[in-house]
């Protein structure tokens, strides 16, 4: 399976997981905010920040319909108009080059999520060097035939797309001559429950479609995105706000800076502790070595002396020999007189 190659990272099980802060709507109408979330992220050790590219008109249409109202019990944005709820979400599109410019920086990749062919025209301005699909458009096969001709990596959420749907979709893509795809596997819930992640999706899509596979999560706290790493995840994405308690569309659910550092933290332990396959003793497992069962003179013995169960032992630590040769000792005279404590050897027997 290819690594994939984002500016000075590369992306790939031999690597650390690629950790991208998704600022989404948390900048709350202030540009000043979302530069503040660019610094905090970087501290954090996050590998890049990704917006969102849309206004209310490209997503969605001014209309008080049903369909445009959120009428879900217990959604987030229940109530809500469609159209006005993206008005209050989107990042405006003049935000985008000081933001890219401050991630440049601080050494973050930075990339975003177009919701239409305008914003992939407009992202190709500012020459992003990654795109990010939303689950909500990974049906929209215009759009992704045409982030896919730019030959650039594409990130891809799989949200409610059934495995024909993303099989159908990876197809396209390929189609069009990009075979940079990771997938993330994703709950569309906000927040989404952990009993809902189906982790081991990970690897089944990833042997399934022959792609990188990773994790865009929306459940509270680490311990979802930590298990996927396990589970051969390169790839996390979470929301990210500078305080809950600011508010905003998206901050319910988003990792405070505190949460993001030790999501960064835990999730390259958790790497480093994957390793490879790997069977005996590790070096730092040498020096423990001496501590395992071998067979050892446990009385002292005359020269001619019948070796017993008594007179030898299997005890720790290990410089004898190995406990499974015993019996070739048993009932067999010794060669020469021993002491207690001596590990016992091939030569010892007549």
Known sequence: MREIKIANYTIG??????????????HNGSLERALELVDKAAECGANALKLQTYTADTITLDCNAKDFVITEKGNLWEGERLYNLYQKAYTPWEWHQPIFERCREKGLIYLSTPFDETAVDFLEELNVPVYKIASFENNHFPMIKKIARTGKPMIISTGMASLSELAEMVELIKNEGNDQIILLVCTSSYPAKIEDANLNTIPHLKNTLD?????????????????????????????FTLDRNDGGVDSSFSMEPVDLKNLVDQSLLTWKSLGHVFYGPTKSEEFSAKNRRSIYIAEDISQGEVFTEKNIRIVRPGYGLHPKYIQHFIGKKAVKSFKKGTPLNWEHLF
């Open 13 to 26: 099980s031999q690597h650390p997981p690629f950790i991208i802060a998704e600022m989404s709507g948390n």
């Open 211 to 239: 792609v990188q596979v990773g994790l865009s999560d929306h459940t509270l706290g680490p311990i979802v995105p930590i298990a996927s790493i396990a589970l051969g995840a390169t790839v996390i994405e979470k929301h």
